[in-house]
């Protein structure tokens, strides 16, 4: 017995030690094929693209389309089989109108969206681009006049000037046009990279419908996947975080739209009141940016307040000062209504969730950030509450903030002690003995 304990422990040893050199290789081989693995990865998601554009929007219109299941075409057609037997409906009906009703709702929101938007936002970057020079004939002239009263600092100047213009030059012609032609490329592939993203969105929208309508199917392959090939309690568990990530994202997400749709309104009619120019602009880019959180506000302020510099200097001041009781209401007062007191976590983790997660992600990564660093967070959390519970420890943080350490014996948390200024000076007495 004692020498077949003998082996399996060898074994054991040696499935270890295989395991480790396996992990190793695999690691270095994914440190020296790294650049292949992602090109590698990058090609898959681009092939899968209309497939997460399918997701994603399904995602988004699952509450609506149960909403309008449940509220509306349920009910209308229970009375409708009540009152007219011989017109018996079949039960996926209200799931039918419910889809198309949520696709429809979502595709006129976005061309109602573009419609009221993007002409009035044309019209103000053609404005820009048509008066550009009188913003720059204006500004010429004002800094004319301050070099003027400061002859010394006029010299100086003219010599930058001449500087940079040279340099322009030197660049237009050494470097600009001889790029045009990469340049024309490059716009023709970004034509071709938008025509691709609408395809993939409107594969994305056919995709949704499918998993939309047979939505409680694709739940019930997921849950029986699940509990193959986990046990019942850690599957549960499983299905437990997956619940609190679908309701972080879902809240954080419809939370946020919701407050920078405010934000931008809000903003709009502040621009309105205050006259100042391309108001519908500047609120669209105030809302859009507001969307990304803390460094939102600076990303949409700074671009407009250059825009009203060029033509109102002034004008600029007040923005910059309403803006800023803009950005004080909302992270005070709507932001808190609307997404609630705390997302759990304090402004240093949303911080570097932002940093860190926009670093590596870019866009999404600064928008999404915040609720997966939450659902991160919590998960980590509860492995922790539940290893202290297992060694009968406290798991509010509150009890460690002046713990000094825990009794091995009767697990008692000892707090730190201090010491006494009386009890310092005799300590110092006796050093010095």
């Given at each position: 017995m ?5 082996y ?9 030690a295989f395991?480790?050199i ?9 440190i020296?094929?790294?650049?292949k693995?992602?090109?590698a990865?990058?090609?898959?998601l ?6 997460i ?6 995602y ?17 057609v229970?009375?409708?089989n009540?009152t ?8 996926k ?16 929101l976005?061309?109602?969206?573009f ?26 002239s ?5 070099l003027?009263?400061?002859p ?5 100047a003219?010599k ?5 213009t040279d340099?322009?030059t ?8 001889p790029s ?37 199917p694709?739940i ?11 046990s ?11 619940r609190f ?8 997400i419809?939370?946020k ?5 405010i ?8 621009c ?5 120019p391309?108001?519908l ?10 969307i990304i959180?803390?460094?939102g506000?600076?990303?949409g302020?700074?671009p ?10 002034k004008m ?8 800023f009781i803009?950005?004080?209401l909302d992270?005070n007062?709507?932001?808190?209504k ?19 997660f926009?670093?590596?992600f870019?866009f999404?990564g ?9 659902i ?7 492995v922790v509450?539940r290893k ?17 350490y ?19 000076t005799?300590a ?6």
């Amino acid at each position: 017995m004692d020498r077949k304990n003998k082996y399996s422990q060898y074994i054991g040893w040696g499935v270890t030690a295989f395991a480790v050199i396996a992990a190793g290789v695999l690691f270095y081989f994914g440190i020296d094929y790294m650049g292949k693995l992602i090109d590698a990865l990058g090609k898959l998601l681009s092939i899968l693209s209309p497939f997460i554009w399918g997701l994603v929007i399904s995602y988004l219109l699952i509450p609506s389309m149960t909403l309008y299941e449940r509220k509306l075409f349920k009910p209308l057609v229970l009375r409708i089989n009540k009152t007219k037997p011989r017109l018996k409906t079949g039960t996926k009906l209200p799931r039918v109108l419910a889809l198309i009703l949520a696709e429809i709702v979502m595709l006129l929101l976005i061309t109602a969206l573009f419609y009221l938007i993007v002409p009035q936002v044309y019209d103000s970057i053609s404005a820009i681009i048509t008066n550009s020079p009188s913003y720059f004939d204006s500004a010429y002239s004002a800094i004319d006049n301050l070099l003027k009263d400061y002859p010394e600092i006029e010299q100086y100047a003219t010599k930058i000037f001449g500087n940079l213009t040279d340099a322009l030059t030197k660049w237009t012609t050494n470097t600009l046009l001889p790029s045009m032609e990469s340049v024309v490329t490059n716009i023709t592939s970004g034509v071709l990279y938008v025509l691709k993203g609408l395809y993939n969105v409107v594969i994305g929208i056919i995709v949704s419908v499918y998993i939309l309508y047979n939505k409680e199917p694709f739940i019930a392959h997921y849950r029986k996947i699940l509990y193959s090939i986990f046990s019942p309690a850690r599957a549960k568990r499983i299905m437990s975080a997956l619940r609190f990530a679908d309701k972080t994202f879902m809240g954080f997400i419809s939370g946020k739209l919701l407050d920078s749709a405010i934000i931008g309104v809000l903003c709009y009619i502040g621009c309105v009141i205050l006259k100042m120019p391309y108001a519908l602009l500047i609120s669209v880019i105030v809302g859009v940016t507001n969307i990304i959180p803390f460094f939102g506000p600076f990303i949409g302020a700074i671009p407009s307040a250059l825009l009203i510099l060029l033509v109102d200097p002034k004008m600029c001041l007040w923005f910059v000062i309403f803006v800023f009781i803009l950005q004080q209401l909302d992270g005070n007062v709507i932001g808190p209504k609307i997404l609630g007191t705390s997302i759990g976590i304090n402004g240093f983790w949303v911080l570097f969730s932002i940093v860190i997660f926009g670093g590596i992600f870019g866009f999404w990564g600064m928008l999404l950030g915040v609720p997966a660093f939450v659902i991160i967070y919590t998960a980590l959390e509860m492995v922790v509450n539940r290893k202290l519970k297992k060694h009968d420890l406290p798991i509010d943080a509150e009890s460690y903030m002046n713990l000094d350490y825990i009794d091995p014996e009767t697990l008692e948390l000892v707090p730190k002690r201090r010491v006494k200024p009386a009890e310092k000076t005799e300590a110092k007495q006796e050093n010095k003995k």
